[in-house]
């Protein structure tokens, strides 16, 4: 935990409200200032491209990018042999090898193009498929990032990042579990409302919509399986909901079920995005209810086991080269995830390739003894350099197992500090046991699940 986080934790919760909107303006003016509306209107006028526009536009991008890394970037120069290197400077990706997420975990500088100056940031993955992977950013990469959500996400949903908004996300808004709320925090600067993603229950429902009441939100974004359970709880105790003007989800894959309790509950469309920390892809959802991939973001292949391409239809590997951030390339990542690609064009006239259905994104919820339910657990992970993998099992209400593969100098105050997180989410009266393992097993498709919950939901 950072001075900031112990200092923030130790604040009333006016003194917090304060905190958080002093971030927000410095936030704000990192992600929304400078470049950003030069982004911003790249991504409008790209919008009405034609299939033979958007594929001149990835060669020539994809030729820059992968020049970029056999010039610069030590791992592709170190890694790539003379053919290989042949085929990125020709732009050809078939010839190129995949890349795994260890590989990124284990020398994440290693990515770094050094001749792209100027200060980093760096952001974590949440880590599903094992501990988070570093992402690091330029200030014009982060506000490119923002300026394709404004553009393909905010704005086909009919709002914008200037309104007021509510979120779910990661963050350890409220710091004290046993907390009798709010269960909020309000960022002035950009008239957002962080909701906590760890004490959302039947009976602390009522606090959210208050906040929405209050701060006259207009639309929420973040982690689908959070605003499910709201909604769940909403539906549950026929509570009243302000009206919103839409919902866009992230983080978890949106089922059928989730849509439908959400779009009652809240009285709006909900609109599914599909993105990465790494910004290797973007994919939203037009009008029409169909997720379009972004071409400028990323070169998005999807593949079978022989790293053959599938046909529409055909679920496979999704693999991703981003063209929107330079100073770290990844070049055929592999995201772990599956996908389909969707043969029939869209109604909205978009030439934007469109995902048909994208598996194996939604997540177990973990259960506190209290009712509490909470998504992505296994971001008590972030920033926890000596473990190598880790997995959350829930055995019961107030029993927590967590599997860890530590590196060599793993100790006493790691496994404490473990211990800490977990219940700072979920209150001291819950049994945590930290089973440190030479290796956590995998599934036939050589992925393990982050979190699995052993008790009946």
């Not at 003016?29 to 982004?39: A, I, M, P, Q, S």
């Not at 909205?348 to 259905?357: A, N």
Request: glycine share 6%.
């Amino acid at each position: 935990m950072g001075w900031y986080d112990r200092l923030y934790a130790h604040l009333p919760v006016w003194g917090q409200n304060i905190a958080v909107s002093a971030f927000g303006y410095y936030w704000h003016n990192l992600r929304f200032g400078g470049n950003f509306r030069l982004f911003e209107e790249g991504y409008r006028q790209r919008d009405s491209f034609t299939i033979e526009e958007w594929q001149d536009y990835q060669r020539s991008q994809l030729r820059l990018l992968m020049t970029e890394a056999v010039e610069h970037v030590p791992h592709y120069q170190r890694t790539w042999n003379e053919a290989q290197k042949e085929a990125a400077l020709n732009g050809e990706l078939s010839g190129l090898p995949l890349l795994e997420k260890q590989t990124i975990r284990n020398a994440p500088q290693d990515f770094i193009n050094p001749a792209i100056r100027g200060r980093k940031l760096t952001f974590y993955t949440s880590g599903t498929t094992g501990t988070p992977v570093s992402a690091i950013y330029t200030i014009s990469d982060l506000r490119d990032s923002l300026a394709v959500r404004e553009v393909r996400s905010a704005n086909w949903a009919g709002v914008s990042f200037n309104l007021p908004r509510a979120t779910f996300s990661g963050r350890l808004v409220e710091p004290n579990p046993e907390s009798n709320g709010p269960y909020y925090r309000y960022n002035a600067a950009e008239k957002q409302v962080y909701f906590s993603a760890f004490h959302l229950r039947s009976d602390t429902a009522q606090n959210y919509i208050h906040a929405l009441e209050h701060y006259k939100i207009q639309w929420m974004t973040g982690y689908a399986v959070s605003f499910y359970l709201l909604a769940r709880f909403i539906l549950e105790q026929n509570l009243s909901v302000p009206p919103l003007q839409a919902i866009i989800t992230t983080s978890e894959k949106v089922t059928l079920e989730m849509r439908i309790v959400m779009e009652q509950a809240f009285g709006c469309r909900v609109y599914e995005e599909y993105s990465t920390v790494e910004n290797a892809l973007f994919a939203s959802e037009c009008e029409n209810g169909r997720l379009h991939i972004s071409p400028d973001v990323g070169v998005v292949e999807i593949l079978r086991p022989d790293s053959s391409a599938c046909e529409p239809g055909e679920v496979g590997e999704v693999v991703a080269t981003c063209l929107m951030r330079h100073a770290q390339p990844f070049i055929r990542y592999r995201l772990g995830d599956l996908a389909a690609w969707d043969s029939v064009p869209c109604p909205c006239g978009r030439s934007m390739p469109v995902i048909k259905e994208v598996v194996g994104r939604l997540e177990d919820v973990v259960v506190g003894p209290d009712g509490r339910q909470m998504v992505r657990f296994h971001g008590i992970f972030v920033n926890q350099p000596h473990v190598i993998e880790g997995q959350i099992i829930q055995e019961s209400l107030d029993f927590i197992r967590v599997k860890i593969v530590p590196t060599d100098i793993f100790d006493g105050a790691d496994q404490a500090d473990v211990i800490h997180r977990v219940q700072q989410r979920l209150g001291q009266g819950v049994r945590v046991v930290v089973d440190l393992v030479p290796e956590i097993p995998r599934t036939k498709a050589g992925k393990f699940k982050a979190v699995i919950s052993n008790i009946k939901q």
